[in-house]
């Protein structure tokens, strides 16, 4: 299975940005997904999960301001992020849920927020 994130890239506190992650080699609809991000000398968090029925579940940090949707036909699980702050910067990066069956990780796509 391969996963491909891809929306990333440079913007202003305040701003959004839409993530997208599409799943090649598996079926999207089998599979609940979440986004993690990992900052330069920190470890990996979750920041939002969505099963296969849609329910979600968000970190504290971006609870009110990251909305995770999926769309199974097009195999692409999304991250809607706004009101962006500099404390977002990070490598994002989707998987399958739970963790400890991930797949191969990924290049990610890199967020920075300057203020």
């Known amino acids: 299975v391969q996963l491909q994130a891809s929306g990333g890239g440079l913007v202003q506190a305040g701003g959004s940005l839409r993530l997208s992650c599409t799943i090649s080699?598996?079926?999207?609809?089998?599979?609940?997904m979440s986004w993690y991000r990992q900052a330069p000398g920190k470890q990996r968090e979750m920041v939002a999960s969505?099963?296969?029925?849609?329910?979600?579940n968000y970190g504290d940090s971006v609870k009110g301001r990251f909305t995770i949707t999926r769309a199974n036909n097009a195999n692409t699980v999304y991250l809607q992020m706004n009101n962006l702050t500099p404390e977002d910067t990070a490598v994002y990066y989707c998987n399958r849920n739970p963790l400890w069956l991930a797949w191969s990780w990924g290049q990610g796509t890199q967020v920075t927020v300057s203020d």
């Open positions: 969505i099963t296969t029925t849609r329910g979600t």
């Open positions: 080699g598996a079926r999207l609809r089998d599979y609940g």
